[in-house]
């Protein structure tokens, strides 16, 4: 079990946070800068894509799992701003299926340049749902993750070389990995093994362990991949905090739907005002000290008691000594972009 923050301690942040908090409108100048963004066929992601276009990037890539509801996204985008149709591109990407995260980071290495990633695309479900002996949230918010990550970090690099710019990426994570119990901790053989189990899985949990995980695999690529001029690139966690989105849309049970409403209708924000977080998030101008950090309400956060506490940090070096050998069974090589 981690040392989660109490919910006390949470709710005030929340309410802090969704109450009192303005979120500033991206005003970054992006002009000439290629943009990744996953997952932006819909919600964070979309929203993302039409600030950056508005800021002036020239080329968007909209990478997502549907082609069909990427290019419905361009559509919108395009009737509400000034973008030209050359300026987006819809990539395929599929997160649950890591030979689609090879075959996508393949091509972006033929791109003349990349300046900013953001790996938005996610899931959060209450059914427990395997996917070749992996469970859904542990491939899509976890696995995939980090294994696009590292698999674009040498892209992201040589561009900063080649253009002698500050490249970023950034994973789209989430407050709650201040709750996330990871009870899967308890268990003394492999973290992966128990998280994958079938048997007795709190899906309740899964959600803000997925994204704790991500927190702790994040800090380790950023502290093995430092801020240098061979290497100048930002790497940071961010959270868009509670936001109107599709992200319930798999989430059936009758109390989560009430506590969903109850969110929604009262303090959550807008995907646009979330999508400013995760253009924020990437921003040119972003300093060093967004590296390895959790950004909430466009700030470095503290990173709290999972994170933080003398459990926490063995924790996330237990789990990173099973993660990294894993993604280098699935793409072998992978890890020597870290120092
Ligand atoms: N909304 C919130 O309150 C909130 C709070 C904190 C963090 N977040 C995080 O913000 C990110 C965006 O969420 P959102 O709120 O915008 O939710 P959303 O509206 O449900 O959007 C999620 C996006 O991820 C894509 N996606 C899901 N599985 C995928 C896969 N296997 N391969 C490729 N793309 C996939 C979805 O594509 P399809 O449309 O094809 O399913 C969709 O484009 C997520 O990482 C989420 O965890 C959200």
Partial sequence: MATPMSWLAFGSKLIYSQFFVRIPY??????????????????????????????????????????SKGEAA???????????????????????????????????????RLDAVIQNAGILSSDLKMINGEEAHIVVNLVGAVLLGLLLLPKLRESGKKFRTRTRLSFVGSDVQYIAAFKE????????????????????????????????AVREIASRSPVTSDSNVIINFMTPGACRSDIFRDDVSWF???????????????TEVGGRTL?????????????????????????????????????????????????????????????
Wanted: proline residues 3%; glycine residues 8%; contains cysteine.
């Fill in 256 to 270: 989560k739907n009430l506590a969903k409403e109850l969110m929604l209708t009262t303090f959550a924000r807008t």
């Fill in 74 to 112: 361009v559509v919108n985008i395009l009737a509400s701003t000034k973008a030209t149709k050359d300026t987006l591109e819809v990539w395929s990407l599929d997160m649950s299926d890591y030979g689609s995260i090879k075959a996508f980071a393949a091509r972006v290495e033929k791109l003349d």
């Fill in 279 to 339: 253009v924020d998030a990437v921003r040119p101008d972003l300093g060093v000290e967004a590296h390895g950090a959790f950004l909430m309400d466009c700030k470095v956060a503290v990173n709290g008691p999972n994170v933080e506490s003398n459990k926490g940090q063995e924790l996330a070096q237990r789990f990173n000594a099973e993660l990294f050998p894993k993604l280098e069974g699935i793409s072998p090589g992978i890890t020597k972009v870290l120092r």
């Fill in 185 to 216: 901790a308890n268990s003394t053989g492999s973290l992966f093994e128990a998280l994958n189990s079938q048997e007795g899985t709190d899906m309740g949990d899964r959600y803000p362990t997925s994204k704790l995980l991500l927190l702790y």
């Fill in 26 to 67: 991206p005003t970054s100048d992006f002009s000439g800068q290629t943009v990744i963004v996953t997952g932006s066929n819909t919600g964070l992601g979309l929203e993302a894509v039409r600030h950056l276009v508005r800021l002036g990037a020239s080329r968007v890539i909209l990478a997502v799992r549907t082609i």
